[in-house]
């Protein structure tokens, strides 16, 4: 299995790094990149989330029209871990194996 994430993936990762452990939600990811909310979803789950780089943390908001459930998007420890110059020499690797 590739350990590597996408260039879209790292794009959306390098951002939830630049961030810290503020509180995102895919809407916000797409804010700040130009981004689709539903891009932002699928990469989040497919990209980085399957390989247990980030996690979707529910929580519940206070807005204007009440209180809101949402999910914020956090790295979890390997995420935080993650190099990716050495997943993709890895991956190399691999394949030349």
């Known amino acids: ?10 794009v959306v990762f390098d951002y939830l790094v630049s961030i ?3 509180n995102v939600t895919a809407q916000d990811i797409a804010d ?3 981004l689709e909310r ?3 979803d699928g990469i989040v789950t497919a990209g980085l989330q399957r390989k247990g780089y980030t996690e979707r943390i529910p929580a519940k ?3 204007e029209d009440g209180v809101k459930e949402v999910k ?6 390997a995420g935080k871990a993650y190099d990716h110059d050495a997943a ?3 991956d190399a690797e691999a394949a030349a194996n």
């Open 1 to 10: 299995m590739k350990t590597a994430i996408s260039e879209k993936s790292k």
């Open 20 to 22: 810290g452990d503020e």
């Open 32 to 34: 700040a990149l130009g």
């Open 38 to 40: 539903k891009s932002v």
């Open 61 to 63: 908001i206070e807005t």
């Open 72 to 77: 914020f998007i956090k790295l979890t420890d």
């Open 88 to 90: 993709v020499k890895a």
